[in-house]
C-alpha cells in the first residue's frame, strides 16, 4: 500500500476509542439471573441456560465444550471467553478462525479492536485501511502483521499436515514467548492443555499467512506446512470418545456448532456406539430459525440426528454480548468450576 495515500490524522481520529472486553469476575450477576427465573421472554429463557451451565460445571464426570461463531470476541467478550479458559470452566473450544485468529491471536500481539463512534461511508474506511464489524473498527495493517506472523510461525515448523488444533497449539506457544496480552484465550488455552478446534480455519487471517508460505515453499521447490480438516474431525471425535459425558455451551451456530455436535454420528461410524449425545446444551443466537440454516437449528431438532439430548437443553434467542456476561458471571460466581478437575485434553495428542 502507498502509505501517502492514507490520511493518517483521519484515520487516528476514528481509531480514538478501544473496545474494553467485560471482566466478568469484576461483577456478579447471581441476583440478576436469580430475578429473571421469575421473568418470562428471553429474560426466563437465559436464567434456564444459565442453570443448565451450572450443571455442566457441577457435574463431575462431564467435559465441556464451548462453541463460538460470530463477532461476540471483537465486541466486548473476549475476556469473558479467556476468564472461562482460566478458571477450568470449559474443557476444549471450537469456533470460527476469525474468532480465534482476528480478533484473539490478533489482540494478543498487542493490537487493538475500536468503537465505532461515527460510520463514514465504507469506501472512506477502505481508503484509511480500516475494517469494519458493524459497530467496530480494526486497523487493516495491524492485521497484516497478525498475517505474516501466521506466516511467520508456518515457516519455522516442519513441512507436512497439522490439524487446526495443533497450529493454534503453535500460537498459543508463540504468544506464551512473544504475546502482548494475558488475558489471550489462544495463550491460555495452551498453557491450560485446553485444545481448540477451528474446522473452517483458513477461512480467516490464517489463511493469507498460510497461503503465502504455501507459495514461497512451492517457488522455491521446498515442502510446505498444510491444514489437514479430516484430522480435525479424527482428533475432536477422539476427545468425545474418551470424554463421555459432556456439555456445549454455544454462542451463534454455523460450522463450528454442527463440528462438535457431528462428534457423537462419527463415533458410531467408527463403532462407539456406545458413545452418550452430548447430555446438555445451550446455544445462544439471534438466526431466524425459518429458513433451515445451521445457525438457527434449534437443539430440538439436533437431537433428532442423534447429536444431543432433548432433556437437558435451551435455546436463547439473544445477541450474545448482552447475555453472555450474565450467564459467564453468574457461573464464575456460583464457583462450581473450584472443584473441577482439570480435563488437559490436548495433553492426549502429545508425542
Not at 490524522?9 to 469484576?26: G, N, P, Q, Y
Not at 474468532?99 to 475500536?114: C, N, Q, R, S
Amino acid at each position: 500500500m502507498a502509505d501517502s495515500k492514507i490520511n493518517d490524522t483521519r484515520k487516528k481520529e476514528l481509531l480514538s476509542t478501544e473496545v474494553e472486553h467485560i471482566d466478568i469476575t469484576s461483577f456478579d450477576a447471581r441476583p440478576i439471573i436469580d430475578s429473571m427465573k421469575k421473568m418470562s421472554f428471553t429474560s426466563r429463557d437465559l436464567a434456564n441456560a444459565t442453570g443448565i451451565y451450572n450443571q455442566m460445571l457441577a457435574d463431575k464426570d462431564c467435559t465441556i465444550f464451548l462453541v463460538i461463531a460470530g463477532s461476540t470476541s471483537a465486541g466486548g467478550c473476549m475476556d469473558a471467553y479467556a476468564e472461562l479458559v482460566r478458571s477450568n470452566m470449559v474443557d476444549c473450544v471450537v469456533a470460527t478462525g476469525a474468532t480465534i485468529v482476528d480478533m484473539d491471536f490478533f489482540e494478543g500481539l498487542g493490537h487493538k479492536h475500536y468503537q465505532a463512534l461515527e460510520v463514514p461511508d465504507d469506501d472512506t474506511l477502505r481508503s484509511l485501511y480500516i475494517d469494519r464489524i458493524y459497530d467496530t473498527y480494526i486497523d487493516e495493517e495491524q492485521l497484516q502483521d497478525c498475517d505474516f506472523t501466521i506466516n511467520k510461525i508456518a515457516n519455522e515448523l516442519p513441512p507436512g499436515p497439522y490439524s487446526s488444533r495443533a497450529f493454534i497449539r503453535e500460537m498459543g506457544k508463540y504468544l506464551s514467548q512473544h504475546g502482548k496480552k494475558e488475558n489471550s484465550l489462544v495463550k491460555l488455552a495452551y498453557e491450560h492443555d485446553v485444545p481448540i478446534f477451528c474446522p473452517a480455519f483458513v477461512d480467516s487471517s490464517a489463511g493469507f499467512g498460510l497461503v503465502k508460505h504455501q507459495v514461497d515453499q512451492m517457488e522455491k521447490g521446498e515442502p510446505y506446512l498444510m491444514i489437514d480438516a479430516v484430522a480435525d474431525f479424527r482428533e475432536l471425535t477422539d476427545i468425545k470418545i474418551k470424554a463421555g459425558e459432556s456439555g456445549l455451551l454455544m454462542v451463534g451456530g454455523g460450522v463450528p456448532k454442527n463440528f462438535i455436535q457431528d462428534t457423537v454420528v462419527c463415533a458410531e461410524i467408527l463403532g462407539h456406539e456406545d458413545v452418550a449425545v452430548h447430555k446438555y446444551a445451550v446455544q445462544i443466537t439471534v438466526a431466524d430459525v425459518r429458513d433451515g440454516a445451521c445457525s438457527s437449528s434449534t437443539l430440538q431438532e439436533a437431537a433428532s440426528w442423534g447429536k444431543v439430548s432433548t432433556a437437558i437443553e435451551q435455546m436463547v434467542f439473544a445477541e450474545a454480548g448482552s447475555v453472555i456476561p450474565l450467564l459467564a458471571s453468574d457461573a464464575y460466581h456460583r464457583e462450581h468450576w473450584k472443584t473441577r478437575d482439570k480435563r488437559r485434553w490436548a495433553q492426549i495428542f502429545d508425542k
